[in-house]
């Protein structure tokens, strides 16, 4: 099972970026997803989540910029990241609650991504 983020680049202050996170590999099910990052010299710290039923949760700090979504036939999540700042900067990461069936039982496993780089500059 692997997770593949695309969609950073460099962008200025106030602009957009859309970044998209796809789940590949022996996946029964895929409950909770989220979007995380980490900006240099930093802790990674949650973006957004959002459930299997579409239940979001975001940061204080992307709250009313940023939305999550998914598209669960095609195990994809996004994250719409509007009027970017460059506080914004850091490397994004998704990240998958998801179950697989393997010899009879369900075996449960959390994966991260590589990460994408997302530049704001100002």
């Known amino acids: 099972v692997q997770l593949v983020e695309s969609g950073g680049g460099l962008v200025q202050a106030g602009g957009s970026l859309t970044l998209s996170c796809v789940a590949s590999?022996?996946?029964?099910?895929?409950?909770?997803m989220g979007w995380y990052r980490q900006a240099p010299g930093k802790q990674r710290e949650l973006v957004a989540t959002?459930?299997?039923?579409?239940?979001?949760n975001y940061a204080d700090s992307v709250k009313g910029r940023f939305t999550i979504s998914r598209d669960n036939a095609k195990n994809t999540m996004y994250l719409q990241m509007n009027s970017l700042k460059p506080e914004d900067t850091a490397v994004y990461y998704c990240?998958?609650?998801?179950?697989?069936?393997?010899?009879?039982?369900?075996?449960?496993?959390?994966?991260w991504g590589q990460g994408t780089l997302v530049t704001v500059s100002s």
């Open positions: 990240n998958a609650e998801l179950r697989q069936w393997r010899a009879g039982t369900y075996r449960y496993l959390t994966v």
């Open positions: 590999g022996s996946i029964f099910s895929i409950n909770a």
């Open positions: 959002i459930t299997s039923g579409g239940a979001t």
